[in-house]
């Protein structure tokens, strides 16, 4: 089955914007539900600039899934900033650093990033 662009990066630039309006707007619910720590101080500020990224993501995605031909050389940058996301989180699971909620929830970057890479190898770079 051959994936669509459409669907599939449409799909991760939807997460991406939940995530990353969820940080900004909605950080005691997802402490509660990921099990984090209460985020304050210059802490804040590190949360804030990666909603920030997580959302510039999300328009990349936006663009690729408008016009996938065009928008084809960032693919690659999507997946190593999926895969990054993927292993920062489990990086800090294994070290006992975050619940297991949170790798949970990063697992769908990883599964995005697979996609990304099959969706490259249908896909020509003509």
Same mark, same amino acid.
């Given at each position: 089955?051959?994936?669509? #662009?459409? *669907?599939?990066? =449409? @799909?991760?630039? $939807?997460?991406?914007?939940?995530? $990353? ?7 005691? *619910? ?7 720590? +209460? ?19 999300? /328009?990349? /995605? @936006? ?5 996938? &031909?065009? *928008?084809?050389?960032?693919? $690659? ?6 895969? #990054? @996301?993927?292993?920062?989180?489990? @990086? ?5 650093? &975050?619940? *297991?909620?949170? +790798?949970?929830?990063?697992? =769908?970057?990883?599964?995005?990033? $697979?996609?990304?890479?099959? /969706? ?5 770079? #003509?």
């Amino acid at each position: 089955m051959r994936l669509s #662009a459409g *669907w599939l990066f =449409g @799909a991760a630039a $939807g997460f991406n914007i939940v995530v $990353g309006l969820a940080l900004l707007f909605q950080r005691p *619910w997802l402490e509660a539900i990921l099990q984090l720590d +209460p985020i304050t101080g210059s802490n804040l500020m590190l949360l804030v600039l990666t909603a920030g990224f997580i959302l510039l993501f999300a /328009y990349a /995605y @936006a663009r690729i899934a408008l016009d996938p &031909v065009t *928008w084809r050389p960032f693919i $690659g940058f999507c997946v190593i900033g999926k895969t #990054a @996301a993927a292993a920062s989180i489990l @990086a800090c699971w294994l070290l006992g650093q &975050v619940a *297991w909620t949170l +790798p949970a929830l990063g697992s =769908g970057d990883l599964i995005f990033a $697979g996609l990304f890479l099959i /969706y490259l190898r249908q896909t020509s770079a #003509a």
